[in-house]
């Protein structure tokens, strides 16, 4: 069991820095004075899901939930074991 608590807390070290890196490489999501004007409904904007950004999101998702479970596993084991 302690092998697997160790391998679980090595993946959430790397899920930790991996978030913070793609956390930090978002842009922001004010559009600032280009909303007034309408600027923000240009191509780029309407497809972001398929784009780089879109795929930050996603990942950002993904690694978040998976943060958040393996937190609570790594909780559970500390208590039970």
Same mark, same amino acid.
């Given at each position: +069991?302690?092998?697997?608590?160790?391998?679980?807390?090595v993946i959430f070290i790397l899920i930790c820095v991996a978030l913070s890196?793609?956390?930090? +490489?978002?842009?922001?999501k004010s559009a600032g004075l280009g909303a007034i004007s309408g600027a923000a409904e240009t191509y780029w904007g309407k497809n972001k899901g398929r784009s780089m950004e879109g795929l930050l999101v996603k990942l950002t998702k993904w690694l978040a939930v998976s943060f958040l479970l393996i937190a609570a596993i790594l909780n559970i084991s500390r208590i039970w074991g």
């Open positions: +069991m302690e092998i697997v608590r160790i391998i679980l807390t890196v793609l956390v930090l +490489m978002q842009e922001g």
